[in-house]
């Protein structure tokens, strides 16, 4: 039977993180060069770039969890962080959006057709939930309350329709206690956040469209406005269904 870490061995192990971890800044520089330094068009700079910077989060984090000894227990299925507010740039929600016009046809297609239908039978909440103010830290309980999944949230599987090119919010927040800490509170206090990762992530997004943009390439993102405004994900999402996204 799995031994799940206690709140206060979380505690212990994250000021472990704190006091002795190191983060190597190279790892993102490094990414950053390759993508300038190939001779990939700007869409394919920038994309390729938007997916490995959130892939190295998740090394990153795995790095930090092994200098800890922890293991997370979360588990596919589980949706419980796919309840929470997610708030993103209106530059990273661009980027998540012509990613899954990549996808195959049949991919984006689903997404789209569950979208409609997301739009059409949370309207009442979504309601409730833009009238929050996405720059209130003190707002992520009021969000849960509302029982409001992710636009993204497949409700069949309970899994990210977008997984690969989730964003940073749905990827630093972990459990490492029981399960059923999740399951039976909408904040818990074991789960561990690793949000600080986001400042590496996004300066090292910034730079590779600065220099886009510097060198006069066409970018698909109003730059630099668009890597300030922020909002919430459905927020960006209804309004790029809408067609109304650079209206703002």
């Known amino acids: ?70 293991e997370a227990s979360c588990f596919k299925g589980c949706a419980f962080c796919c309840y929470f507010p997610i708030i993103v740039s209106k530059m990273e929600a661009k980027m998540l959006f012509r990613s899954i016009e990549s996808f195959s046809h049949e991919r984006k297609q689903y997404i789209y057709d569950q979208w409609e239908y997301y739009y059409s039978t949370q309207a009442d909440k979504l309601e409730q939930a833009m009238k929050l103010d996405h720059t209130d830290e003190e707002i992520k309980f009021d969000y849960k309350k509302l029982n409001l999944p992710c636009p993204m949230l497949d409700p069949k599987t309970q899994a990210c329709m977008a997984y690969e090119v989730r ?20 904040l818990p206090k074991e789960p561990f956040s690793y949000e600080f990762l986001y400042n590496d992530y996004f300066a090292s997004l910034n730079e590779i469209i600065q220099a886009l943009y510097e060198n006069g390439e066409e970018l698909f ?28």
């Open 1 to 70: 039977m799995k031994r799940y870490l206690s709140h206060e061995e979380i505690i212990e192990k994250s000021n472990r993180i704190n006091e002795s971890y190191e983060l190597d800044p190279q790892v993102f520089a490094d990414i950053v060069d390759d993508l300038l330094d190939s001779d990939a068009d700007t869409e394919e700079v920038i994309l390729n770039g938007f997916q490995k910077l959130l892939t190295e989060v998740n090394h990153e984090i795995g790095r930090m969890e092994k200098h800890a000894g922890m």
């Open 221 to 248: 993102v109003e730059y630099p406005s668009d890597a300030w405004r922020y909002d919430f994900l459905p927020a960006w999402i209804q309004k790029w269904r809408e067609g109304t996204i650079d209206e703002i």
């Open 167 to 186: 964003p940073i919010p749905c990827r630093t927040y972990l459990n490492y206690a029981d399960p059923n800490v999740c399951a039976e509170n909408h």
